[in-house]
């Protein structure tokens, strides 16, 4: 199975952007899926996660408010809705898929063993 997101793009502060992850296959049963980006010259931040059946949803302290999560396992997506962007969201932004058997937290990099290519984001002041 293979991740491919897009979405991204460049967009004035104050837009939003809808970032989608389609998988190859389908989802593992029971897996969580997150995102996270990455700006240059930092490291790998958490954003989001969703659990399997889209239940429970997880943010990252900065996006608190801004984002949304969301999946469609029949389609095999995730998607990510980012509101109100502002400067220091610029980064590139990656889905990726949490292995079953971590016991790693659904915020950390450590927990998803298969990641997308990432898509750009990019927001002007």
């Known amino acids: 199975v293979q991740l491919q997101a897009s979405g991204g793009g460049l967009v004035q502060a104050g837009g939003s952007l809808r970032l989608s992850c389609v998988a190859s296959g389908p989802p593992e049963s029971g897996n969580t899926m997150g995102w996270f980006r990455q700006a240059p010259g930092k490291e790998r931040e958490f954003v989001a996660a969703?659990?399997?059946?889209?239940?429970?949803?997880y943010y990252g302290d900065s996006v608190q408010g801004q984002a949304i999560i969301s999946r469609d396992n029949a389609k095999n997506t995730v998607a990510l809705q980012m509101n109100r962007l502002k400067p220091e969201d610029t980064a590139v932004y990656y889905c990726?898929?949490?292995?079953?058997?971590?016991?790693?937290?659904?915020?950390?990099?450590?927990?998803?063993?298969?990641w997308g290519q990432g898509t750009q984001v990019t927001v002007s002041s």
């Open positions: 990726a898929s949490r292995r079953l058997s971590s016991t790693a937290s659904e915020r950390s990099a450590n927990a998803y063993d298969l």
């Open positions: 969703i659990s399997w059946n889209g239940v429970v949803k």
